[in-house]
């Protein structure tokens, strides 16, 4: 029984709890899948407490760190909507499973790297099979999982895990960098893929689009070539500002080159990207909903790990605790959100989990020079990042409802597209204003302020755009 997720839905029903039941086998095939995304969650943040430690060992002089991140997160955004669409076309379980297979022989080489040039194309590797793994992943989870009270449990569990693996990662990374060196943190992923890897070709269907038409070549360029550019131009600028040369002109190549994609997509008979899925109110909206929440949070835990170490002097390993207090209540909120769901519907709960974030957001401000300001600011990140799992979920869910099966991997390239770009775009744009700031904690400040205003205008206006009616 679908759900009609703009409208809640009654709870309570034994239809409605049947269908939310999971064989042992859907079981597995969700254990599959959500390892996977828990994994590369973990890469994206596992690594940058061990940077300075990796930097030493390897000669990577301190300019050059920031390429341990960002040439992971090149090929792992610039490349997935192409490979989300190859998934429709030849195979997700294909294209899920060479992924995998990547992104552990990469984790491989960057375990054992022996300078900066193989521990970098380590990395590349990697994002390259991230970029692979994730919109084929959630595709073969939402055509596995049909529309309803399953899907949405599905989903509640893979987005809890996504957000624990992001903390986890910063907590673990900490831990092994001190006890065992930084290369064990790139060990740990081989681990996860060994893992994965065996049991996934007995457990995934596979799936595609039945007719097969070509792929949308010149689409493919100039999105990927555009969304490359900009995650390079955004990358180098958290790091070096706006006034570098190489990231002005990466970033106005980016905008003309994804200016040129959509002119190409209007044109072209089989497109990368279908325009009229764009124009979709759940599409374009749920979207922007989850680019907000991504960003902005990922700009919090920064501002307040900026203020927790550098203002309060604490620990990593203290500050580490108070993101893992986030954590635990992640989880708590993964598993309410499918119930949540199931009584407001997906849109509704958009809404709701984007404001209480925002809400939540705006308490941080206040922060100042003395030790109660740790509790306040553990109390309210963790707060607001159950609001923002329920963003997570909720946003997921309002992408792919009403989406074919054949459309699946375009969707859900979409929702990990926005993870990306949301992740990547938080930091550079408002996290330099901290950085930059003569008075760090005015900086910091500031930085809380314009991101509790940012998600409350989007809340405001995902309301507006998925409250009206359709044409």
């Not at 907590?171 to 996934?200: E, K, Q």
Request: include cysteine; aromatic fraction near 6%.
């Amino acid at each position: 029984m679908a759900i009609d997720t703009s409208t809640p839905t009654p709870t309570g029903s034994r239809e409605t709890a049947a269908t939310a039941r999971l064989s042992p086998r859907d079981r597995l095939i969700l254990f599959v899948l959500c390892a996977a995304q828990f994994m590369v969650a973990l890469d994206f943040s596992v690594l940058n407490v061990a940077l300075p430690v990796l930097g030493a060992d390897l000669g990577l002089s301190p300019s050059a760190l920031q390429w341990a991140v960002t040439a992971f997160a090149l090929p792992s955004g610039g490349f997935l909507l192409l490979f989300g669409r190859m998934g429709d076309l030849y195979g997700r379980r294909r294209l899920f499973l060479s992924g995998l297979a990547l992104f552990g022989a990469a984790s491989l080489l960057a375990t054992f790297a022996w300078d900066p040039a193989s521990f970098l194309a380590g990395r590349a590797l990697q994002g390259l099979g991230a970029a692979a793994i994730v919109p084929t992943g959630m595709s073969l989870l939402t055509t596995t999982f049909p529309e309803g009270p399953a899907r949405d449990r599905a989903l509640g569990i893979s987005g809890t895990l996504l957000s624990l693996g992001f903390t986890i990662g910063m907590v673990a990374g900490g831990v092994l960098t001190d006890t065992l060196g930084w290369r064990s943190t790139m060990g740990l992923l081989t681990l996860f893929a060994l893992i994965v890897l065996p049991l996934a070709p007995g457990l995934l269907p596979e799936s595609r689009t039945p007719d097969r038409p070509r792929l949308d070549i010149p689409g493919a360029v100039t999105v990927t070539g555009g969304l490359l550019a900009l995650i390079y131009a955004l990358s180098t600028a958290a790091d070096h500002g706006f006034g570098r040369a190489d990231v002005l002109v990466t970033l106005v190549a980016g905008v003309l080159l994804l200016a040129a994609f959509a002119v190409v997509e209007s044109r072209a008979e089989a497109p990368l990207v279908s325009l009229p899925m764009l124009r979709r109110r759940t599409v374009a909206w749920g979207n922007l909903g989850g680019l907000v929440t991504f960003s902005m949070m990922s700009t919090l835990v920064f501002a307040l790990t900026l203020y927790l170490q550098e203002v309060l002097r604490l620990s990593a390993f203290a500050t580490g605790l108070v993101f893992g207090v986030q954590g635990v209540l992640s989880v708590v909120a993964g598993a309410c959100a499918p119930k949540v769901i199931g009584r407001l519907g997906a849109r509704r709960t958009l809404v709701g989990s984007l404001a209480g974030q925002g809400v939540l957001t705006a308490a941080l401000p206040g922060l100042g020079e003395g030790g109660p300001s740790v509790w306040l600011a553990t109390a309210a990140v963790s707060l607001a990042s159950m609001f923002h799992l329920g963003a997570i979920v909720s946003y997921g869910l309002t992408v792919t409802s009403g989406v074919p099966d054949e459309e699946q991997g375009l969707a859900t390239g979409l929702v990990t597209s926005t993870q990306q770009v949301g992740i990547t775009v938080g930091i550079p744009l408002l996290g330099v204003l901290a950085t930059t700031s003569a008075d760090l904690l005015s900086g910091v400040r500031t930085v809380i302020a314009l991101d509790a205003a940012i998600v409350l205008a989007a809340a405001l206006l995902v309301a507006v755009g998925l409250g009206r009616r359709a044409r």
